[in-house]
């Protein structure tokens, strides 16, 4: 019977084979499970706190604050993860944790590459890395600037790009894409707007 | 205060360099930049020195600083294309490169083949422009002159092509999302054919300058040294790396565009000093010539552009990107929120993040080698900035 069913349907796809198509571009990929035995390990160790995903071929651990900077740690030690590509962060303002803060890795050896994400409140301090991979002091450096995260035990958090007296931390969702520190270029650069 | 004695035990040189200076041993701070014909823009680099020798430095950067990344979340991903062009200037059919293959990677379409053919040609002639432009500069602040008249005579070659192909020169904007704009002018495969077979002999000049020169050699080896396991711990990419001895090449690791279709060599160094590096980047032109040799006599036929809707919306998510710029890794990680913006757009800056490798680089040596081994590092600061 339910070969039957399917009988009429083979001639329809012929019909309208630009429909199927074009649902299935438009149709949102979404986050797989990622198995490896790496995750497999990870997950018996720390359970709920690690969620492993692979998004369009690219894998990442949605990691609990409380694993950093423990995680990425034996990343490095461990797992050969020996390359910082990047350290950056993401503001979403509506949600209660309102910062992502992304690490970008790569194993040489493997020739892998991984995210390493994780939320954290506005306010909040996150461990820094920099003892991990030397390269995150810059980097680190970059994301307190534009975000204003603090990182713990990094040794010269400052400013990098904006000049040091400046007010605000531009990639903020809330920082205007007009908005300036006025009173910064009224008194330093001796103009009454910097637009 | 104990003078140097001279009881003719020690070479005198040996000397000098053993012993603290005799009048000055003070430490002394000294700003080098922003407004420095060395620094290759507007970089400031405070130096702590002792007599003459660097004890440690400090960076100062951002002064073109323009938030390219907060820009991008108010453009659509058309409209941000042509701003990754002002990033790395003298490189920027790769920033291009980067860029549309990231979002093509978010949509989850392909380029056509066609596309990919071309964007490998522009993209290596590209990167032997930058280096040209990277060679004359730097050979220029050693105190070699003749070289930034040879290398800019024969990459404005390569600047006229991309003239004739799109009508930039510099800030080129050669590529879309989903392929390229413009198919090749009448006469493009020829033009890149003439172009190899001239500079082919023309790097050969380069060298005869500069590879056996006894003032090249004696103030570029040694100079700036980094070792692999610092360069990797620094995050450094690129020729930089290369030259330290770790044979890693984005464009053979993970490979993009078209590269996987063509034979070529990751040139690697031994030492990881300024001359390794040099070399490393020499061998690259010519690997590079290769690539575009083997490209454009069989660039296929076919549509240079992917079916790409009119309005660019990619679904929620996110995603890395990065290609083998000539600096180093060149990455976009973008997030989608499902509207025609990036929710959040962070380039990884090659320069930016060597320029980081510039103290351990240069501690113990000369002020004359930080001008070296700025050169040597190749940045640029619409990049490091941005």
């Known amino acids: ?93 509506k949600r209660e944790k309102q910062f992502d803060v992304i690490w970008i890795l790569y194993s040489f050896s493997r020739n892998e590459r991984m995210r390493v994400k994780t939320q954290i409140a506005d306010g909040a301090s996150i461990p820094s890395c920099v003892s991990i991979w030397a390269t995150a ?32 931390h531009p990639l903020r969702k809330d920082y205007d894409i007009l908005q300036q520190d006025k009173e910064w270029v009224q008194i330093n650069l001796g103009i009454e707007s910097g637009q | 205060m104990n003078a140097p004695t001279n009881d003719g035990t020690q070479d005198v040189s040996k000397r000098w360099l053993s012993e603290k200076p005799y009048l000055d041993s003070n430490e002394l701070i000294i700003n080098m930049g ?85 964007r490998v040609i522009l993209t290596e002639l590209n990167r032997i422009a930058s280096h040209q432009l990277w060679l ?40 879309r999302i989903g392929g390229c704009q413009y198919e090749t002018y009448a006469g493009f495969e020829k033009d ?27 103030r570029t080896k040694n100079v700036g040294v980094i070792s692999a396991a610092d360069a990797i711990a620094l995050g450094v990419t690129g020729p930089v790396l290369r030259a330290s001895g770790v044979k890693w090449d984005l464009r053979k690791a993970q490979p993009y565009a078209a590269y996987s279709d063509f034979d070529f060599e990751i040139p690697v160094g031994t030492k990881g000093d300024t001359y390794d590096r ?16 083997q490209a454009v006599n069989v660039i296929p036929e076919g549509p240079i552009m992917a079916k790409v809707p009119k309005v660019i919306k990619p679904p929620v998510g996110e995603i890395y990107h990065s290609i083998e710029a000539p600096k180093g890794e060149l990455g976009y990680f973008i997030v989608s929120d499902g509207s025609t913006q990036p929710y959040r757009l962070r380039v990884r800056p090659p320069s930016f993040v060597n320029l980081q490798a510039l103290d351990i680089m240069v501690r113990g040596l000369l002020v004359a080698d930080v001008v070296a081994v700025i050169g040597t590092i190749d940045i640029v600061l619409g990049e490091v900035d941005r």
């Open chain 1, 1 to 93: 019977m339910a070969e039957e069913v399917k009988t009429p349907a083979p001639p329809a796809q012929p019909v309208a084979p630009a429909k199927p198509a074009a649902a299935a571009t438009s149709a949102s990929p979404v986050p797989v499970p990622w198995i490896s035995p790496m995750v497999e390990k990870y997950k018996s160790q720390y359970g709920s706190a690690l969620e492993a995903l692979t998004y369009l071929g690219q894998n990442y651990l949605s990691v609990d604050r409380s694993l950093i900077p423990d995680i990425l740690r034996l990343l490095r030690d461990g797992e050969q993860f020996d390359y910082c590509v990047d350290v950056t962060a993401v503001h979403y303002p």
């Open chain 2, 278 to 293: 040099y070399l490393v980047r020499m061998a690259e032109m010519r690997q590079s010539l290769g690539i575009i040799e």
């Open chain 1, 137 to 168: 002091n810059w980097l680190e450096r970059e994301v307190y600037d534009m975000f204003g995260i603090q990182f713990e035990g990094h040794p010269d958090l400052k400013r990098i790009l904006l000049p040091d007296g400046w007010k605000g």
């Open chain 2, 136 to 175: 004359g500069t730097h050979a220029l602040d050693i105190g070699a002159m003749t070289p930034l008249f040879y290398t800019f005579r024969d990459r404005e070659e390569i600047l006229k092509i991309f003239e004739r192909y799109c009508g930039a020169r510099l800030t080129t904007h050669a590529f």
């Open chain 2, 192 to 218: 890149v054919k003439k172009f190899l077979t001239f500079v082919a002999p023309k790097i050969d000049e380069y060298e005869a300058l500069l590879t056996t020169n006894r003032i090249w050699m004696e």
């Open chain 2, 34 to 118: 922003p407004q420095h014909p060395a620094t290759h823009g507007v970089l400031r680099v405070i130096l702590k020195l002792d007599g003459e020798r660097v004890l440690g430095t400090e960076c100062v950067i951002g002064y073109l600083h323009r938030g390219v990344e907060k820009i991008a979340e108010n453009r659509t991903y058309a409209m941000f294309n042509p701003y990754v062009d002002r990033m790395d200037y003298v490189a920027a059919v790769s920033n291009g490169l980067g860029y549309c293959e990231a979002v093509e990677k978010l949509l989850n379409v392909e380029a056509p083949p066609r596309a990919k053919y071309i």
